[in-house]
């Protein structure tokens, strides 16, 4: 079993939907107490996104806010108000991305928070930043990834510009807030002081963008979209077979000689037009035509079984199902059970001392732990 390592940690998460959530569930995760505060008889949105699933709350919700505990309480009014504040003041971490404007009108913004509270690490998490003219627009992930040039790098040649799949800036977002945070507890171990980190969906799609987008501030050029492939690397995409397709990552010129050797054409390693990276790049089109039309001559499982005898780095194209069913993806285990319930959740991407941080509670229903902070003067 992973130790606990934030054991002893109290989070208070101001979290809807996604960003904030998830920061708050890798937390719980690592073992700090998370206490969720939530709008009486609505809570968080996300509880509503999707069919419901377990305690009448949607799947979405279970994902970001497993093994956290949740109060309701209604700002507005205050005694609860005095309640949030209560909470407040015996917590390490506060995490808040409601709607920009919200917190100040209720006094609890980063400022106020750490004036009040100077041990308090208040991570504000917004859609476009904390200054500059869109600081006070609300955002959800797909906005973001068109506004920053994400979806513009994605696809091919021919598409329109297209969304990734995964809420890349959501969730990066929510691990640069608990990174952030991570690094600010660092800190106040120094000096006892809090502090306040502020992030936004559009840092971190600018931040995912940076290999495109410092080529366009270096260089004055954007890379052609390549679906599967790479703008700097060749050969480094998918390609068909005579059956299903694969994928092929040559990083360096050492790998496409034994590529070479596999399709039997060691020719192409002591070519000109191919002997070195920056060379096969220039010469893309003529490669890509030859190799394409051998690879076409055999499955893509004969074809993976001699590239990986020879070192070549490849691998079959899976569905969801078929990762997850995959001999390699189950030996991580990252797939845990929650115990008490249906769910079969994806766990943390690393292990502690040997042992991956446990999925150990579902998410909260709302309001379930009001009467566990009788300190508070609402709760």
Known sequence: MARQVLAGIKVLELGQMLAGPYAGSILADLGAEVIKVERPGIGDDARRMGAAFFNEDALAFHVFNRGKKSVALDMEVAPDLEA?????????????????????????DGPAMCSRYPQLIYAHISAFGHTGPMRMEPGFEPLVQAFSGLSSMNGGPEDPPTRLGASVCDQGTGMWAVIG????????????????????????????????????????????RHRSGHPQLCPYEMFDTADDPMLICCGNDRLFAKLSAVMQRPDWAADPRYATNRQRLLNKDSLLGELKALLLERSRDAWI???????????????VA????????????MVQTV????????????TLHGSRPPVERPAPKLGEHDARFQNSPRL
């Open 84 to 108: 949030f504040h209560a909470l407040a003041s015996e917590c390490d971490i506060l995490i808040n991305n409601l709607r920009p404007g919200v917190s100040e009108r209720f006094g609890i």
């Open 181 to 224: 945070a991570l690094a600010m507890l660092s800190e106040r171990q120094r000096t006892g002081q809090g502090g306040i980190v502020q992030l936004s969906l559009l840092e971190t799609a600018l931040a995912w963008n940076a290999q495109k987008s410092d080529g366009w501030l270096n260089e004055g050029m954007i890379p052609p």
């Open 305 to 319: 079984e001699s590239f990986k005898l020879a070192g070549v780095p490849c691998c079959e194209l899976n569905s």
């Open 322 to 333: 078929e990762a997850l069913s995959h001999p390699q993806v189950q030996a991580l285990a």
């Open 339 to 350: 115990g008490g319930t249906p769910m079969r959740l994806t766990a943390l991407p690393f």
